[in-house]
């Protein structure tokens, strides 16, 4: 079966693909539809997460061995035990607490990018942004941070190909010398160090596992997330001209902007038991392939969903999935972007997107977004 990457626009062939509804390629099952993705994510059951335990058993432990499985590929009931645990330390109170800290270092950034009149958002603002936001709530010192980054690329240039297990380790063992068990301070890894729900409390090796996951899932979507704002905006001045007058939308619009150009536009489960899906039959063991900029498009769930409109009323989107492995970043991903906008809109009037080549676009088969996207800008009272 054909599968684009995300270089290429998917929104046509999803079109196509959500009138086939079910499509079945070997042992892979493609679903294209809301409801239908919705009932998989729902159903951990059946759909399981947890990839690992399709591996003979000797991999599996030498694996084990390296790391602690992270909770986005366990199952229910360790799945449940370990997030409550991780999330009692990742609260969206405690993320808006770094609202201001956020607010100074985008507004360092835009400030430094509009001293050019030509710049390009990603390596001004949309990728440092997420990276050093996470290394300073992980408690990792500035002088530290370049070394951090390096890594982080790493991460995420693995991603979908199988785990970077260098890359990997040499992080586990700078995040093992970062636990101190007895010390009370504020940062992540030692509030992780200190969380504990029934006597329960985590292992090194599950805080350092927690830690990589936030780099891994949490920098280069929302450096997509970022940009995919910019660039959708450099197509709508109309919209980007009511936000200048009225920031108060800037959350309207990157809501609008996860369901329009999802950062993430897919994930995958596997069949643990033989199931029919509207009569389609599902087998033990087939892949499902979940295509949530799909489901964010899909025609029966969203009047007209072609139209980019940061003001339709229907905002359930999948864009950070949906059930028991929703994503726990959400909060801090939307908080940045927020800020990003108002920030960028209080001092840019007008700017246009020199055509974002689809050479610039990122070539995978999980993430859409740029590694380039030069803007030309107008700054307010010019
Ligand atoms: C726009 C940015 C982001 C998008 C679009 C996004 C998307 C997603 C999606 C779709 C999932 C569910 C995957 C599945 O069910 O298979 C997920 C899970 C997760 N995300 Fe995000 N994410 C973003 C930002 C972040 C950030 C900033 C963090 C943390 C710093 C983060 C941490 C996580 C974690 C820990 C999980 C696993 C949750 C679980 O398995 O229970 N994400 N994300």
């Known amino acids: 079966m054909y599968i684009p990457s995300y270089k290429e626009e998917p929104f046509e062939w999803y079109k196509s693909m959500r009138e086939r509804r079910i499509v079945r390629d070997g ?207 450099s197509e709508h001045p109309d919209i980007y001209e009511m936000l200048v007058n009225d920031n108060k939308i800037a959350g309207d619009i990157v809501e609008e902007t996860l369901r329009f150009r999802s950062p993430v536009q897919s994930t995958r489960r596997y069949a643990k038991s033989d199931i029919k899906m509207n009569n389609f039959d599902i087998y033990k063991n087939d892949f499902v392939f979940l295509y949530l900029g799909s489901a964010n498009r899909d025609e029966e769930i969203f009047k007209n969903p072609d139209v980019f409109d940061p003001f339709r009323e229907n905002k359930r989107h999948l864009a950070f999935g949906n059930g028991i492995h929703f994503c726990l970043g959400a909060p801090l991903a939307r908080l940045e972007a927020r800020i990003v906008l108002e920030e960028f809109s209080k001092r840019i009037k007008s700017f246009t997107v020199e055509r974002p080549l689809p050479d610039d676009r990122i070539d995978s088969d999980i993430m859409y977004g740029y590694r380039k996207a030069i803007v030309n800008i107008k700054k307010i009272n010019e």
């Open 27 to 233: 042992n892979t099952v493609h679903l294209f539809k809301y409801n239908d993705i919705v009932s998989v994510l729902s159903n951990y059951n059946v759909f399981s997460s947890q990839f690992r335990d399709l591996l003979g058993d000797s991999i599996k432990s030498e694996l084990d061995n390296r790391a602690a499985p992270s909770i986005l590929i366990l199952d229910p009931p360790r799945h449940t035990e370990l997030r409550s645990l991780v999330s009692s330390a990742f609260t969206p109170k405690k993320i808006e607490s770094y609202s201001n800290y956020i607010r100074e270092l985008a507004s360092k950034m835009i400030e430094n990018a509009l001293s050019k009149r030509r710049f390009d958002v990603v390596s001004e603002i949309s990728y440092p942004l997420p990276v050093t936001v996470i290394s300073n709530m992980l408690g990792v010192p500035e002088s530290d941070l370049k070394k951090f980054k390096m890594w982080s690329d790493a991460l995420a240039t693995s991603l979908g190909r199988g785990p970077d297990i260098k890359t990997q380790s040499e992080m586990s063992q700078y995040f093992l010398k970062m636990i101190d068990r007895n010390s009370n301070r504020d940062d992540l890894i030692s509030r992780l160090s200190r969380v504990s729900i029934e006597n329960k409390m985590l292992t090194d090796q599950e805080i350092t596992g927690f830690s990589i996951l936030l780099l891994v899932a949490g920098n280069e979507t929302t450096t997509n997330l970022i940009t995919n704002v910019i660039i959708t905006l």
